[in-house]
């Protein structure tokens, strides 16, 4: 076979001259590093940079500050419209007082939430009864005494049929002062027969004081003693009114709307207890009083204030000013049970009874509880009864 034609090569031994011929071979992949090595590669810090929308969040501190203030914004706002209300009513009952009444007053010297102050209140009666002089008789009057350094109040209940020298007209009625020279003589009066100096003075018509209460919503009472009269009969016919049972007040708290709470204040002849009288009568406004001012000054009424703010005052005529009206407001929700002094004067008035009382009236006297002769006496924390 020729040499040519062999399928193999022959190599002879020993090093041929030049490289020994290799195949070549293709270069493998990099292996890829572990998972673990993944890192995306780093770069250089640049700083927080601003905060975007998607990252802003309101935390709970932002939220109960923004509310805090929301809150104050709307109770400042809403103090102002009660204050805008009350003043409007104010006003009008400033122009209802005269000049006369307002010149019998003695001059309050400073401000009443620092100054103890005395104010009268009188309640007219616009009966139409015939033997009624005038019909403006004073059903209620009733003297009221601040005292802001101790945070108490005293209420003094004068009855209307205790006689007195009336200045210019003699011995009369203490209630006759108010037809024969309406509350400048009223005030002259009482301050000429008790010694004491009328800073500021309330003249409250009795047929408008329901209208105050129902404004209020009513007010809550204390019934001590049950009643039932007849005052004020509902029906035309006096044939009906005779078989009518009157007015009842059961025993217990008795929520009341202006009417009935006029009627309670009003009774003298109690059907259920005949020897009751004027000095009962006295107990029953003290009560009246004291639950009207009460609700006044309550949370419900300051939520109202802005709507009712000017019906609370539409039945007065007095002399106090707006921020006065509200400082007697402060002073009695200051003014607890337990530092308020209820006293009231005996109908005869000519023993040392009524000397003791104005004595306590002022606190320059321990209370004393009423003398079983002449019904004189004062109670501490409740009306008397």
Request: net charge positive; hydrophobic share 35%; proline share 8%.
């Amino acid at each position: 076979m020729a040499r040519e034609d062999k399928p193999y090569r022959v190599y002879k031994g020993g090093r041929a001259k030049g490289g020994v011929p290799t195949l070549t071979r293709r270069p493998r992949p990099a292996a890829p590093p572990p998972a673990r090595d993944r890192r995306p590669p780093r770069e250089q810090y640049r700083g927080p940079g601003p905060i975007r929308d998607e990252e802003r969040r309101w935390g709970v501190g932002r939220i109960v500050f923004i509310a805090v203030i929301l809150t104050i914004l709307l109770l400042i706002g809403w103090t102002v419209a009660g204050y805008l209300s009350v003043r409007s009513g104010v006003k009008q009952a400033n122009e209802r007082l005269g000049e006369r009444a307002k010149a019998q007053l003695a001059p309050q010297d400073g401000l009443m939430l620092t100054t103890p102050s005395t104010i009268l209140v009188i309640g007219s009666d616009h009966s139409t009864h015939p033997t009624r002089r005038g019909n403006r008789l004073a059903d209620t009057i009733m003297l009221i005494r601040t005292d802001p350094e101790h945070h108490s109040m005293s209420y003094l209940s004068i009855p209307r049929d205790l006689e007195v020298d009336v200045p210019g007209f003699g011995h009369e009625k203490v209630n006759s002062a108010l037809p024969l020279g309406g509350p400048s003589l009223m005030i002259r009066t009482i301050r000429e027969a008790f010694g004491f100096e009328i800073n500021h003075v309330i003249v409250l018509d009795m047929s408008s004081f329901k209208d105050v209460i129902d404004a209020l919503g009513g007010i809550d009472v204390n019934v001590r003693t049950p009643a039932v009269t007849k005052h004020e009969c509902p029906y035309p016919s006096a044939e009906r009114c005779q078989r009518w049972g009157g007015w009842r007040f059961g025993r217990g708290i008795q929520h009341m709307d202006g009417k009935r709470a006029r009627i309670y204040a009003r009774i003298r002849k109690n059907d259920l207890a005949p020897g009751e009288g004027d000095l009962n009568r006295t107990g029953r406004q003290q009560q009246v009083l004291q639950a009207t001012l009460g609700k006044m000054v309550g949370v419900g009424t300051f939520v109202r204030l802005p709507f009712v703010g000017e019906d609370l005052v539409k039945p007065l005529a007095t002399d106090l000013t707006t921020p006065q009206v509200f400082q007697l407001g402060w002073l009695r929700f200051r003014a607890s049970d337990d530092r308020t002094t209820y006293c009231r004067l005996g109908v005869t008035g000519d023993g040392d009874d009524n000397a003791a009382v104005l004595l306590m009236f002022t606190g320059r006297s321990a209370v004393q509880p009423p003398s079983p002769v002449s019904g004189a006496g004062c109670l501490k924390g409740t009306p008397l009864s």
